[in-house]
């Protein structure tokens, strides 16, 4: 079945450790996004891509890293730079990264810093 | 900058009651497309609609149906004999050239 992985579900993380989460997309999809969803806060952009080997920023990157070495994968690290990483991270993937395409979403991982 | 906001946070209707949940948005630009998400506890959101700012053509899908206003800067998103799987967190977002921006979310729970 066609679409995007994301593992694991819920991660549990200690305060000053670097976490990376799993996207993965089969879906040949060239625009791969990563959000942050807090309680009544919606989905917030962290970083984006358009195409393998390039990523952007978005509005709230600070503390994360992410990288696009092939075009189905799109992995983000939580570093320990990331002052309250406690939420639920959602990657997305379009056909193309244009206004009018719609965003396919995963599940989603749950990470909580203990 | 642009903007999206959607002034219900929750909303709890009973089974077979219609309801309508708003979104308002801001933009500059003048072209740009606007669509609702739902978000069932299973957690990855579903497209619903699309819908781009030269099109104010209201559109019915089964018991969905959504109301484009652009002198308003509305798109509101009404379920009309509302069922328990229904309940979801929705979302409005707004694509622009440059951005896609979601509201913060209606949580709707349908009590049967």
């Known amino acids: 079945d066609g679409g995007i992985t994301q593992s694991p579900k819920y991660l549990f993380r200690k305060e000053g450790q670097n976490v990376t989460l799993s996207c993965e997309q089969n879906l040949n999809h060239d625009a791969m996004y990563w959000y942050r969803q807090d309680p009544g806060q919606g989905l917030r952009l962290i970083y984006y891509?358009?195409?393998?080997?390039?990523?952007q920023k978005g509005d709230i990157a600070e503390g994360y890293s992410v990288s696009r070495e092939k075009k189905e994968s799109f992995p983000l690290t939580v570093t320990s730079a990331q002052k309250n990483p406690t939420a639920f991270y959602l990657c997305?993937?379009?056909?193309?990264?244009?206004?009018?395409?719609?965003?396919?979403f995963g599940q989603g991982t749950r990470l909580t810093v203990v | 900058a642009q903007k999206v906001t959607q002034a219900q946070t929750e909303i709890s209707v009973v089974e077979k009651e219609d309801v309508t949940l708003d979104c308002v948005y801001e933009t500059r630009d003048t072209t740009y497309y606007l669509f609702w998400y739902k978000q069932p506890p299973s957690g990855e959101l579903v497209f619903l609609i699309r819908r781009n700012s030269f099109d104010e053509q209201n559109e019915i899908s089964g018991r969905y149906s959504w109301n484009f206003q652009k002198s308003t800067s509305s798109f509101n998103f009404t379920i009309t004999a509302s069922q328990v799987v229904d309940s979801a967190v929705y979302f409005c977002a707004l694509a622009t050239r440059s951005r896609l921006t979601f509201g913060e979310g209606t949580q709707l729970t349908v009590n049967p």
């Open positions: 997305a993937s379009s056909i193309k990264w244009t206004m009018n395409t719609e965003a396919f």
């Open positions: 891509s358009q195409i393998v080997n390039d990523f």
